[in-house]
């Protein structure tokens, strides 16, 4: 049984890379595709969230071959999927065929909400009153009385530096 890291990266504006590491950094095997549907490439187990199936293609040869991959911690099987889907959103984006982004910001949706020259904005808030432009009164802010101090302590017990470091050794 192989043991080992896993790498994903995009190369270029289309093409994943995935890439199956020794723990010695050497390369074990590799992947690389251009396809945006990843599920011909990566393959989930039906009954489990940290099993997969890679389809490991050579460039060189367009050999093909089927690996199973088990992930110890459901938190890495989640960042591999994630990182997979950040492939595909990339790439969409990088190739202009992302609409989701287009609608965002699409121009024919935009309003102008900017103040025209010389229009002025007011606001009334309920239970402030500026009357005749007077400067708001200064005080303690946001409306809080202020706290009590906290009560002493009780004659006979040990201050809080007396008690630092001590411990109580059982008889």
């Given at each position: 049984m192989w043991t080992g890291n896993c790498r994903i990266w995009m190369e270029g504006k289309d093409k994943c890379k995935i890439e199956l590491v020794n723990e010695d950094g050497t390369l074990f095997a590799a992947s690389?595709?251009?396809d945006l549907n990843y599920d011909k490439y990566v393959q989930r187990c039906v009954d489990s969230s940290r099993f997969?199936?890679?389809v490991l293609v050579n460039e060189n040869t367009s050999?093909?071959?089927?690996v199973g991959v088990h992930f110890?911690?459901?938190?890495?099987?989640f960042d591999f999927i994630?990182?997979?889907?950040d492939y595909v959103k990339h790439s969409?984006?990088?190739n202009g065929t992302d609409d989701s982004q287009k609608s965002l910001f699409s121009s024919s949706t935009a309003?102008?909400?900017s103040l025209k020259q010389g229009e002025k904005m007011t606001l009334n808030i309920k239970g402030v009153s500026n009357e005749s432009g007077a400067a708001p009164k200064k005080g303690?802010?946001?409306g809080l009385k202020k706290l009590a101090p906290p009560p002493s302590q009780a004659l006979g017990a040990p201050s809080s530096g007396s008690l630092f470091g001590a411990v109580s050794q059982p008889q």
């Amino acid at each position: 049984m192989w043991t080992g890291n896993c790498r994903i990266w995009m190369e270029g504006k289309d093409k994943c890379k995935i890439e199956l590491v020794n723990e010695d950094g050497t390369l074990f095997a590799a992947s690389a595709f251009k396809d945006l549907n990843y599920d011909k490439y990566v393959q989930r187990c039906v009954d489990s969230s940290r099993f997969f199936a890679l389809v490991l293609v050579n460039e060189n040869t367009s050999q093909k071959a089927m690996v199973g991959v088990h992930f110890p911690e459901r938190n890495d099987s989640f960042d591999f999927i994630q990182a997979m889907n950040d492939y595909v959103k990339h790439s969409k984006i990088a190739n202009g065929t992302d609409d989701s982004q287009k609608s965002l910001f699409s121009s024919s949706t935009a309003q102008d909400f900017s103040l025209k020259q010389g229009e002025k904005m007011t606001l009334n808030i309920k239970g402030v009153s500026n009357e005749s432009g007077a400067a708001p009164k200064k005080g303690f802010g946001g409306g809080l009385k202020k706290l009590a101090p906290p009560p002493s302590q009780a004659l006979g017990a040990p201050s809080s530096g007396s008690l630092f470091g001590a411990v109580s050794q059982p008889q």
